[in-house]
């Protein structure tokens, strides 16, 4: 079974930068796209970025695009989400999972294995 888990988050100024991690360390989503979705306190759960089992197609939500990059090193069995000019409406638990398909996705119901999530922080 597929197990992933992030890191990278904490607590950052408005305007600065974190860069999240999802690893898989059974080697076992490669083959997978995988996405990242946060929740903010009392807010449903969001999409933020996906990205194709290659790497050659990503999206974003329109809140993020410019902002975020979602990238992947499949030799490492890792995606990664470079946050920058980090704003407080950005505070959230983020989240990576694991696309049932091999595409990049938006759609929630897609993903099947989802990690527990990392804290991020943005103070004004």
């Known amino acids: 079974q597929v197990q992933v888990k992030e890191s990278g988050g904490g607590l950052v100024q408005a305007g600065g930068s974190l860069r999240l991690s999802c690893v898989d360390p059974?080697?076992?989503?490669?083959?997978?796209?995988v996405g990242w979705f946060r929740q903010a306190p009392g807010k449903e759960r969001e999409f933020v970025a996906a990205?194709?089992?290659?790497?050659?197609?990503?999206q974003y939500s329109d809140s993020v695009k410019d902002r975020f990059t979602i990238s992947r090193d499949r030799a490492n069995n890792a995606v990664y989400l470079q946050m920058n000019s980090l704003k407080p409406e950005d505070t959230a638990v983020y989240s990576c999972?694991?696309?049932?398909?091999?595409?990049?996705?938006?759609?929630?119901?897609?993903?099947?294995?989802w990690g527990q999530g990392t804290q991020v922080t943005v103070s004004s």
């Open positions: 990205i194709s089992w290659n790497g050659g197609n990503k």
């Open positions: 059974r080697r076992t989503f490669s083959n997978n796209g």
């Open positions: 999972a694991v696309s049932r398909l091999a595409t990049a996705t938006a759609a929630m119901d897609i993903y099947r294995y």
